[in-house]
T-cell receptor, first 113, second 111 residues
């Protein structure tokens, strides 16, 4: 069964910490995405990557960075965590080309205290 | 810019039919996805429309009008398990297949 795996389901970190969220896909997808989901705001794109070592900013990249050293792995980094980054983080992947849609990971609920 | 509008919440009873509307304005457009998301879970793919008209897939159908920037998801013979959020997501044509998601419509199905 093809899937996208996020390393943690729940995570609690302290303000100011550097936080790493990991995402791995086994479908050989070219594109990978990081979204955050907040009540009333829906899914908002943080960063995406269309190839190894390539990255593009989404709509809300401030306070985040990403790394894609291998095709199957896309990491989201919170450089210095703040309480307003408490959220559900969803990773997704897709094939290149139109109409394929995304396969999502199960999400990481991150709480910054 | 991008603007997607869906109702926030809808209620319906088991066995009924419900239509969830979505209007969108995007700077480029390839097609439109609908996703289902149960509480606490990841979104899962329901449908993709690229041409105008109705696409039927079992109890679920999806309609698209490109000229009007309008889509709807039609759910028939509602079941309790259909209680979920339904996300409308137009696909841009920038070449990176980015999806822009609406805030979703929370559907509550009662007995």
């Amino acid at each position: 069964d093809v899937k996208v795996t996020q390393s943690s389901r729940y995570l609690v970190k302290r303000t100011g910490e550097k936080v790493f969220l990991e995402c791995v896909q086994d479908m050989d997808h070219e594109n990978m995405f990081w979204y955050r989901q907040d009540p009333g705001l829906g899914l908002r794109l943080i960063y995406f990557s269309y190839d190894v070592k390539m990255k593009e900013k989404g709509d809300i990249p401030e306070g985040y960075s990403v790394s894609r050293e291998k095709k199957e792995r896309f990491s989201l980094i919170l450089e210095s965590a703040s309480t307003n980054q408490t959220s559900m983080y969803l990773c997704a992947s897709s094939l290149a080309g139109t109409g394929y849609g995304y396969t999502f990971g199960s999400g990481t609920r991150l709480t910054i205290v | 810019g991008q603007n997607i509008d869906q109702p926030t919440e809808m209620t319906a009873t088991e066995g009924a039919i419900v239509q969830i509307n979505c209007t969108y304005q995007t700077s480029g457009f390839n097609g439109l996805f609908w996703y289902q998301q149960h509480a606490g879970e990841a979104p899962t793919f329901l449908s993709y429309n690229v041409l105008d008209g109705l696409e039927e897939k079992g109890r679920f159908s999806s309609f698209l009008s490109r000229s009007k920037g309008y889509s709807y998801l039609l759910l028939k013979e509602l079941q309790m398990k259909d209680s979920a959020s339904y996300l409308c997501a137009p696909e841009g044509n920038t070449g990176f297949q980015k999806l822009v998601f609406g805030t979703g419509t929370r559907l509550l199905v009662s007995p």
